[in-house]
C-alpha cells in the first residue's frame, strides 16, 4: 500500500519546488528554439501540428520575457521559419473549383 502512496505523491512537495525553480532558471538557447520550430516542417515527425508548435515557442518566449532570461538570435533561419510558420496555407485535402488560383 505504501508503493501506491508513493506514486500518488510523486514529486514531494520539496522535489516539486526544486523541480520548478530548476525548470524557470534555465535560459532559452537558441539550438533548442530552433529544434521546436523546424518539427514543424519534418515530414517524418509530424506529432504536432502547427498551431501547437507556435503556441509552444510563444510560450518559451513569454516565460523567458518573464524570468528575465536573454534570448540571443544569431542565426536569421529561426526569423525566417517563425515567418513561414505564420502563413497560410490551404488544406491539401479540399477539392477547389477548375480554374481557382490560389495567388
Known sequence: MSDLNYKENWPTESDRNMFSRHCLEVPLLEPAFMWVLFQAFSKEHNFFTVAEILDA????????ALHGARIEISNSDLIDSLFRLA???HPENIAL??????F
Not at 515557442?57 to 523567458?64: D, G, L, N, Q, R
Request: charged share 25%.
Open 57 to 64: 515557442t510563444e510560450m518559451m518566449v513569454m516565460k523567458a
Open 87 to 89: 502563413e497560410y496555407k
Open 97 to 102: 473549383p477548375i480554374g481557382y488560383n490560389l
